[in-house]
C-alpha cells in the first residue's frame, strides 16, 4: 500500500496577520538560497531568493531574512491571505553549480478565516 | 520565465515495469535538472540532465535504475525502470535561468507515480 509520509510542521495563521516561516540550513558554504511555495498537486514556485553576501531582501509582501552566524533562514510574509496556504520549502544551492538545490523538509501554512 | 510540461502528469504502474517522463521547456536552457518528491516529504535532486553527454546522478541514484536522455536544450526524460511501490513518488523537471538581472530556478507540474 501507500507509505505514510511525514507530518509536515504546520503553522496555522490568521487572515490579514504576519507569517513566519524558519528554517535551519546545513551548510556553512552554501551561498544561495531560495523559498518554494508548493500548493496541493503543483510543482514548487519560486517566491523569493537571497544570496550569502545580504541578510534581508524584500519582495512584494514578502520578506526573507539570512543570519548565516546561525545557519537560519526566514520567510516573513505581511497580511496572509487564503491564497498563500500551501507548503513552503526553503532550498539551499549546493554550491559547485546553480541549480542542485538541497530542500528543507517543508512547513505546512494554513491560513485561517 | 520558462515554462515547463511534464508528460504524464500521473500514472499507476505495475511493479517490475518501466516508465518514461518527458519533460518540455519553452525555450532553451542550459541547465536542466530532475528532483524527485516521495509522498509528503520534501524534494530531492537525483540527476543533472546534460545536453550531449551522460546524466551526472546524485548519491543514491545510478543510471541504471533512472537512465536520463538530454537530447536538446529544450527537452529531457526520465525513466524510472523495474518499478517497485517504494519508486512512488512526484518526478519533478526543473530548469536554472540566469540572466544579467535575474536568477531563477523553475519547477514543472510533476509527474505523479503509484506502484502496485
Known amino acids: 500500500g501507500e507509505s505514510v509520509g511525514l507530518h509536515l510542521p504546520t503553522l496555522s495563521v490568521q487572515e490579514g496577520d504576519n507569517s513566519i516561516i524558519n528554517c535551519a540550513y546545513s551548510n556553512s558554504a552554501s551561498d544561495y538560497f531560495i523559498w518554494y511555495k508548493q500548493e496541493s498537486g503543483k510543482g514548487p514556485q519560486f517566491i523569493i531568493d537571497?544570496?550569502?553576501?545580504?541578510d534581508k531582501r524584500q519582495g512584494q509582501r514578502v520578506t526573507v531574512l539570512l543570519n548565516k552566524t546561525v545557519k537560519h533562514l526566514s520567510l516573513q510574509i505581511a497580511a496572509t491571505q487564503p491564497g498563500d496556504s500551501a507548503v513552503y520549502f526553503c532550498?539551499?544551492?549546493?554550491?559547485?553549480?546553480?541549480?542542485?538545490?538541497?530542500f528543507g523538509a517543508g512547513t505546512q501554512v494554513v491560513v485561517t478565516p | 520565465s520558462a515554462v515547463i510540461s511534464q508528460k504524464p502528469s500521473r500514472d499507476i504502474c505495475q511493479r517490475g515495469t518501466s516508465l518514461t517522463i518527458q519533460c518540455q521547456v519553452d525555450s532553451q536552457v542550459t541547465m536542466m535538472f530532475w528532483y524527485r518528491q516521495q509522498p509528503g516529504q520534501s524534494l530531492t535532486l537525483i540527476a543533472t540532465a546534460n545536453q550531449g553527454s551522460e546524466a551526472t546522478y546524485e548519491s543514491g541514484f545510478v543510471i541504471d535504475k533512472f537512465p536520463i536522455s538530454r537530447p536538446n536544450l529544450t527537452f529531457s526524460t526520465l525513466t524510472v525502470s523495474n518499478m517497485s511501490p517504494e519508486d512512488s513518488s512526484i518526478y519533478l523537471c526543473s530548469v536554472h535561468e540566469m540572466g544579467s538581472s535575474y536568477n531563477e530556478q523553475f519547477f514543472g507540474p510533476g509527474t505523479r507515480l503509484t506502484v502496485l
Open positions: 532550498a539551499e544551492n549546493l554550491g559547485d553549480s546553480w541549480g542542485k538545490l538541497q
Open positions: 537571497i544570496r550569502s553576501n545580504m
